[in-house]
């Protein structure tokens, strides 16, 4: 045990402060939003359950192996049944399950939690199409009306998000489920076509983050990406004003006539489609 408490110190010690972040975030990219640190949460106590358990095991298999190693050439006593251990061994998986069940269902409370009494005052109509993203930003008062941008596989959209302001999603899709997911927000919900899903969040970073679609959801489903910058308000509203000179004006909602498949004239650039 000593040996071994040494190792673990030797290789932590060879590691950056970063290196060891990620390893305390056993993999997931850095929270970039209020919700992502309830989903970290949770990840990093599945880990804590699971190697709690692993070790039980490995411990118990360890001592089974030693303390009834073969010793002569007797037969060992022969147990049709231990009801206590068979207790057991059914009670605790249904334990674990309750445990995790638990906390999983508190967790995406919090997270798919919808302030009604303050709505945000920034919303985007979110439309997944085969095969990119279409994004509405909602009438804003500092800019008057509703501005849209929209992308191919070839070319890929933006989508801005102002940085410490809670900003709702309404999510629609024209034709199959897709799904919408920024992986340093550490959330993800599906777009479906006759359904409209709606969730919030504040991003809590500037930056340059990655999103995909992550439902197969056709040929291209590969190339269904977006990348997000999350900026000051000042720059969140020159950009919006800037699609509203480019004439990028009205909700762009999607349709036959705004498909992005590569080829196809630059998808039409979603503006074809059914605008309000």
Request: proline residues 6%; negative net charge.
């Amino acid at each position: 045990m000593a040996s071994l408490a040494g190792f673990v110190v030797l290789l932590a010690s060879g590691c950056s402060a970063q290196e060891l972040d990620t390893w305390k975030r056993v993999g997931m990219p850095p929270p970039a939003s209020d919700r992502a640190t309830h989903t970290l949460s949770l990840w990093q106590g599945a880990w804590i359950a699971a190697l709690a358990v692993g070790v039980l095991v490995w411990g118990l298999i360890i001592w089974a192996v030693i303390a009834y190693r073969r010793r002569d050439d007797s037969v060992p006593p022969q147990t049709r049944y231990h009801l206590p251990i068979e207790i057991l061994y059914s009670a605790v998986p249904f334990v674990i399950i309750a445990v995790l069940f638990y906390f999983t269902i508190r967790d995406q409370n919090a997270i798919l939690k919808v302030d009604k009494e303050h709505p945000p005052a920034n919303v985007v109509n979110v439309i997944g199409q085969q095969w990119s993203w279409t994004f509405n930003y909602l009438e804003n008062p500092e800019v008057g009306t509703t501005v849209w941008e929209t992308g191919t596989p070839g070319e890929l959209p933006t989508l801005y998000l102002p940085v410490g302001e809670k900003v709702g999603f309404k999510l629609n899709s024209p034709d199959v489920i897709h799904s919408f997911f920024v992986p340093a927000f550490l959330f993800k919900l599906d777009v479906i076509p006759g359904k409209e899903n709606y969730f919030e969040l504040t991003p809590t970073k500037e930056g340059e983050f990655a999103g995909k679609c992550a439902e197969l959801c056709g040929v291209l489903h590969s190339r269904m990406l977006f990348t997000v910058h999350v900026v000051s308000k000042q720059e969140y509203i020159a950009h919006l004003r800037e699609l509203k000179a480019k004439g990028q004006t009205g909700e762009v909602t999607g349709g036959a006539h705004s498909t992005t498949q590569q080829g196809l004239e630059s998808g039409s650039r979603a503006a074809e489609g059914v605008t309000k």
